[in-house]
């Protein structure tokens, strides 16, 4: 279906509401409402929501929100869904293009941050940082050293998913001369590293295997019991892809039985819910999808969403448009 053109004949400061279906920052908020009317749809009832769906041109989400088809069809004149995020398995795109809906995400500019929390949990883990903080502060130093840890640098790091955050953990894992080998649906001729297009090989080679890949239908569970086991009780799981790549419940059994060295995780199958299992484990490091979060990533983010959101609304193609 053709796109919905974005041209409003409006004037400026009056370009009509827009629809915050999820949670974005506040330097968002700010900047947006020079010009419009926001929205939250979750402070709408059901009645008022019928009333005003018709009005909503313009959707606003985040990375971690579900779009569904319904929603896209509860809202007869969206033109627009502008996702605050890279990830946006979330949203049913095809049922966007269907109704000739636009999407719109933020990638780029994120990809740095994400690269150096994948290297910082890989460290921390692999050091057990956090858990040498609580030894020391419980006191049991005293009583003697801290466990022995696994060394990082000149370790082999398996990257599953080799796009721009794939890439950037490479450029960062040359500094600690590990040897890189990457697993994704295709080669890529542009990276010197070996390709490897097995999985299970990429995790029996790798000491540390790093999940970089977006969610949706053709990852969900990607990394599983026979990947956890291939990896092994000396090998290291990252993940800052999608909780969804990882098979939660094989990885607790893996990471209980001690067939997994261990794990650093800022992405969960179910956020914020974070099952109990991988809460409070010496090899286990847990943070609450931070990836991205820096003030001057999110500002770069916010930034992106406006430029979009304008881009549209003068009739311009988008800046980083989503393709279906």
Request: glycine content about 10%; aromatic content about 6%; overall charge negative.
């Amino acid at each position: 279906m053709t796109p919905n053109t974005g041209a409003l004949p409006l004037e400026e400061g009056h370009r009509g509401p827009l629809l915050q279906h999820a949670p974005v920052p506040d330097m968002l908020l700010e900047a947006l409402r020079q010009d419009h009317e926001i929205v939250d749809f979750y402070a709408l009832s059901p009645a008022d929501f019928e009333a005003r769906a018709p009005e909503f041109r313009i959707l606003l989400t985040n990375g971690e929100d579900t779009v569904s088809r319904e929603r896209i069809q509860s809202l007869p004149n969206l033109a627009l869904i502008a996702n605050f995020g890279v990830g946006y398995d979330g949203i049913d795109v095809l049922a966007a293009a269907d109704h000739g809906v636009q999407v719109s995400n933020t990638p780029e500019v994120l990809t740095e941050d994400v690269a150096d929390l994948a290297m910082g949990l890989l460290l921390s883990v692999s050091r057990q940082i956090p858990a040498a903080q609580r030894f020391l502060e419980s006191g049991a130093w005293s009583k003697g050293g801290f466990a022995w840890t696994h060394k990082v640098s000149g370790s082999r790091l398996g990257i599953v998913g080799m796009g721009r955050i794939g890439e950037a953990i490479g450029r960062r894992a040359a500094a600690f001369h590990m040897p890189v080998r990457y697993y994704s649906r295709q080669p890529k001729p542009s990276v010197d590293y070996e390709f490897e297009p097995s999985l299970v090989e990429l995790a029996t080679w790798a000491d540390a295997l790093v999940i970089c890949v977006p969610g949706g239908a053709a990852t969900k569970d990607l990394v599983n019991a026979e990947i956890l086991r291939a990896l092994g009780p000396h090998g290291f799981l990252i993940n800052v892809g999608r909780g969804s790549v990882v098979d939660e419940a094989a990885l607790i059994k893996a990471l209980h039985a001690g067939e997994l060295g261990g794990a650093g995780l800022d992405v969960f199958a179910n956020e914020p819910h974070v099952p109990a299992q991988l809460q409070n484990l010496p090899n286990v490091v847990i943070t609450p999808h931070i990836g991205s979060a820096t003030w001057q990533t999110r500002e770069a983010m916010s930034q992106l969403v406006v430029a979009n959101i304008r881009a549209f609304e003068e009739g311009r193609p988008l800046v980083t448009p989503v393709g279906h």
